[in-house]
């Protein structure tokens, strides 16, 4: 999927495409828009619009009928009503605001809880191809545009519909003519500006769709990787794209201004064609007796008013055109990740740190080693899920991302509490992709990843988040207190539970710094924090959740070496703390070896030709696999290379 999704213009076309308009629909449908708040928005609006009409109906009569030099009291009720309806005016304007931004914003709120929602359910794949920065314009501005369209085209559309109506009916009675010629005049307005407008807005929307979504995804890369980018020289490079997309932005608007300017012009012209045939029809009729000379100025000055509601649609066609192609955006995403068979059934795992790895990220994890003896208490997290005791199992496992290659290739893994696996090898070689696939989130590429013997990825998501959760490398920490942070994973973990996590991660001396302690508010995405103290933040999540089964990523990244150590350490002999009851299973990838006699095995990720130095040239190279398997110890014995590479970390 890509970023490009507003639909081409084809000569002769509509001016909404058919995709855009079902597109609309369906996003529309989708707000579940409030239909009696937003017939009070209708009624609300059309009451302030005829206001100015009968104020300027009114304020005609009587200024005409005063030149008369009638008795005075003839004149009081025209007065009175001149007050109210300048009153009433901003009265049902400012009721009609208040009732259509309730509705808008509360169906943008249904919107993308929908969107949050599918996208939770759906396959990892469903947003893989999308930069943060498009996901983010999609999620955000796209849905806001699609609820702007209930205020800036629905509700414009609704009243000039039902005051033009009441202006005809109001001119047409005191002459058929002027309100037959009034009505042509609304109808060219209200139908031909608003379609040039909507032709005319076509390119420069889409224009401005495809430059907002460069834009959001370039500033989120600039944000996320500002570090990386300045130590690689390429900050200045990206700065200057951004400039160049908002400058692209800008001409875009200006493009789309001015199908508004030609829509104001129609409806101008509209609007002084029906004063000018006013008075061309009533200056006769009022000659002839056939209309009072009071009526006559009633029916001249009335459409000055009435074309108020036609001057919105132009604007109101131009958001239709900007919602259209913000629909189609996202009813994309949402029929990507919609369930639809086994592919895309329910899965989860509690991602404890709330979103997926990378597509790629080294997470190191080893596995079978001998016993270690429990070392201190129990996990101070919520009891371990009671009941059967799960199993997570692989079976000549082939994984890899979806439309990528094969990044490993079969692997074996049994997974149970109690038990502690801890996986291997260098950056890139598929770690991570097999802890995402293990949890659900990604389709294995070959062979089997089954929680119970079922295939994780087709299962119920809530089925695998009460047995599984993952801590990604790169999980989120959200900008909230530290307390709240925690509570991703269990609602209910009391302050106490929650220092104590804190301290298990190895944070306890930190906790009693901060100066607010549990609700300290942490930035967004942790950037008042350090590496290190967000890893162990995201570790005490983990250990909040009841799940029995632990899949951690790069557990000990960001800390130096003897801290990583005894966490890994640790960590790996959570699933024999438990004082009752068979504790939790661990799957744990890490690049350090020192701490790994505590896993019941080690699985070594590899490709053999690496090993002996006969590497193929990129894209040639076959998927990694396993290159030995066991303990700790008899992989010290057995295997020269990983003897070699805890060797080195010994020197350091």
Known sequence: MTATTAAPVRPGA????????????????????DRVRLLWAVLAGSAGLGSAVALSATAAWLIARASQMPPILELGVASVAVRTFGISRALM????????????LRGMASLRQHVYQTLAAGPVDAVAGLRRGDLLARTGADVDAVGDVVVRALLPAAVAAVVGVGSVALVGWLHPGIGALLAVCLLVAGLVGPWLSMRAARL????????????????????????????????????????????????????????????????????????????????????????????????????LAAFEGTALLGPAAIQLVRSGGSALRIMELLDAAAPGGERSAQRDVTVAAGRPGRRETPAPAPANAVPAPAAGPSIPAAEVTPGP?????????????????????????????????????????????????????LPPRAGAATLDGAPAWGMDRGAVSDQVVLTAEDAHVFATTVLENLRVARGSVTRA??????????????????????????GTDATTISGGERRRILLARALASPAPLLLLDEPGEHLDPATADRLVTDLLRAGRDAESGPGRGVVLVTHRLAALDAADEVIVLGRPEEVNDDVAPGPARAPATVLARGSHRELLATMPAYRWAAEQEERR
């Open 14 to 33: 509509g001016v909404l495409p058919a995709a855009e308009r079902r597109a609309l629909r369906r996003a529309v449908a989708l707000l579940d828009l």
């Open 93 to 104: 304007r400012y009721l009609e605001r208040l009732a259509s931004h309730e509705v808008a």
């Open 204 to 303: 420069s929307e889409r224009a401005q769709l495809l430059a907002r979504a460069d834009l959001s995804a370039t500033a989120q890369t600039l944000v996320d990787g500002a570090a990386e980018l300045t130590v690689s020289g390429r900050l200045t490079r990206l700065l200057a794209h951004l400039g160049r997309t908002e400058a692209t932005l800008a001409r875009a608007k200006d493009a789309a201004a001015r199908p508004a300017a030609l829509a104001a012009g129609v409806d101008n012209l509209a609007m002084g064609v029906a004063v000018l045939g006013a008075l061309v029809l009533g200056i006769p009729a009022a000659t002839a007796g056939a209309l009072a000379p009071v009526e006559l100025a009633v029916v001249v000055l009335t459409p």
């Open 389 to 441: 005791r799960p199993h997570l199992g692989a079976r000549n496992l082939a994984v890899g991302w979806p439309g990528g290659a094969v990044v490993a290739a079969g692997l074996d893994l049994d997974l149970s509490p109690g038990r502690a696996v801890a996986v291997v090898g260098p950056s890139g070689i598929g770690k991570t992709t097999l802890l995402l696939t293990l949890a659900g989130l």
């Open 497 to 522: 539970e929650a220092a104590a996590l804190l301290g298990r991660a190895g944070l306890g001396d930190w906790l009693a710094r901060l100066p607010q302690g549990l609700d300290t508010m942490l």
